[in-house]
């Protein structure tokens, strides 16, 4: 799961209100797309590569209610690049949650390789609460004043589900009735509505990170419309309980920490080697004043993995002085995780026991990212999409699963997990090596990738490439 840089900051500034809303007939006919040439969306609109494409659907609000209000869903594609190749669509899930699909083509979609480019119509999306679809805002001012996951007392316990509900009910008003449906279940049926309006009959897919999680659901609810599946840095949606969520996580971020300490202390082009850096990521947090931050910008870190800045930093680190408060709306890009996952502390105590258990099972990264998944979510309602054990038959061709085995944000064993869930519809290709991602970490990976896309070749069960040191 990859938590956007902008996380802790307070938010993305919008300069506009929540889209207005409209109604479908309640049998209309599948959305029809107008693509128009991209164009840039102001001064800091990263630039727009030649041949992408842009357009916008107009979705139902809830898919439960397909004749009820609906909202534009921001799509876009840049077409094979070689026509008389071209194998198809293939629709990328983007991560996050909060990544810009529509951005990700805007700008040239070098995610894929050359082959992959060559061959498909590369399409994706702004889901549903994200930047250009209606995305879920909220009082900057408020969002910025979020409690630190790392609760100390009942009373702060109290204040985090105050807050909350309070944030909720602001990023309610400010979004509209989309606020309440932008869970991945509807966001599942959204993606089949942009293959319908295609005109395709199956659809390739590639879903990365938060990503896999829509692509899994996906494959559930429509296998006969499943082509070929790739799911990278695999999210596993069937964790039972909040220990279970926290204690998975929680180790791959300290088994990543591992990794670099390692690194350091082998290499002399390390700028703590000789060092111990236990020690001093210990001191570190003792004195800071938001542990979590701090926790977070390590975390991010081991995510390319980028080992030398983080030596670096770790030399050179002094707490950060706190921001301006900021005014306007503000995008929520996590307002999802309430929606999805049902991840319930009944107490302080019990809280409290899950940050004590942290600390004493890892070392270093006692307070992993996703601690904020569950602590934004304490008070809120039921999640619409909650957990549950995948159920996937019918499909043609199985999903290819692919992860990093030292994978902070994705955890190895949840790929292992997907894959058991899935069975003879799913093979696990491992990278032996570091990094959330892995398409692009080893050539090995992206051929083995690249054919199962164009050609359907299904890797053997087993099959895994040796990991290719990370640059610094």
């Not at 700028?271 to 001191?283: K, R, Y």
Request: charged content about 20%.
């Amino acid at each position: 799961m990859i938590f956007p840089r902008s996380v802790l900051s307070g938010a993305l500034l919008l300069g506009v209100a929540a889209a207005g809303l409209t109604t479908l007939p309640a049998t209309a006919a599948p959305p029809r797309v107008h693509w128009t040439d991209c164009q840039p969306e102001g001064e800091d609109d990263p630039a727009v590569v030649r041949g992408s494409q842009c357009a916008t659907l107009q979705l139902p609000v809830d898919w439960r209610n397909p004749g009820g209000p609906t909202f534009g869903l921001a799509i876009a594609r840049r077409t094979a690049k070689v026509p008389g190749e071209r194998v198809g669509t293939l629709v990328f899930g983007p991560g996050g949650p909060g990544d810009s699909g529509v951005d990700r083509i805007k700008t040239g979609m070098d995610r894929f390789s050359a082959d992959v480019q060559d061959r498909f119509d590369v399409v994706s999306f702004d889901p549903r609460g994200i930047a250009r679809s209606n995305p879920v805002t909220c009082s900057a001012d408020l969002l910025s004043k979020q409690p630190s996951p790392i609760i100390t007392s009942a009373a702060g316990f109290r204040t985090t589900i105050d807050y909350n509900r309070r944030l909720a009910a602001d990023c309610r008003k400010n979004t509209g009735p989309l606020y309440d449906h932008i869970d991945t279940w509807q966001t599942v049926r959204d993606v089949d509505a942009i293959r319908r309006a295609l005109g395709e009959s199956t659809i390739s897919f590639h879903g990365s990170s938060y990503g896999t999680l829509l692509g899994a659901q996906y494959a559930e609810t429509y296998p006969k419309r499943v082509r070929a599946m790739v799911v990278e840095s695999v999210l596993d949606h069937s964790s039972p309980t909040t220990k279970s969520f926290l204690d998975v996580q929680a180790a791959a971020a300290q088994d990543s920490f591992d990794e670099f300490v390692k690194w350091c202390d082998a290499s002399t082009d390390c700028a703590l080697h000789g060092q111990d850096i236990h020690a001093l990521w210990a001191g570190l947090l003792a004195r800071s004043s938001d542990p979590f931050k701090l926790s977070f910008q390590v975390f991010r870190l081991l995510y390319d993995p980028e080992w030398s800045a983080l030596a670096e930093t770790l030399k050179d680190l002094k707490t950060p002085s706190a921001a301006a408060a900021p005014t306007g709306l503000a995008q929520n890009p996590l307002a999802v995780f309430c929606q999805d996952w049902n991840l319930p502390v009944k107490d302080y105590r019990e809280y409290a026991a899950h940050l004590q258990r942290l600390a004493r099972n890892n070392q270093d990264m006692r307070y992993p990212g996703q601690l904020m998944a569950v602590s934004i979510c304490l008070g809120a309602p039921k999640a619409n999409n909650p957990q549950h054990v995948l159920d996937v038959h019918g499909l043609k061709t199985p999903v290819l699963l692919a992860n990093a085995i030292h994978d902070p944000a994705t955890p190895y064993r949840m790929a292992q997990s997907v894959q058991r869930q899935l069975g003879r519809s799913g093979v696990l290709l491992t990278y032996e090596g570091w990094g959330h991602g892995s398409y692009n970490k080893s050539p090995c990976m992206q051929a083995a990738v690249d054919d199962y896309l164009i050609k359907k070749v299904v890797p053997k069960r087993g099959t895994s490439c040796a990991a290719v040191p990370p640059a610094g």
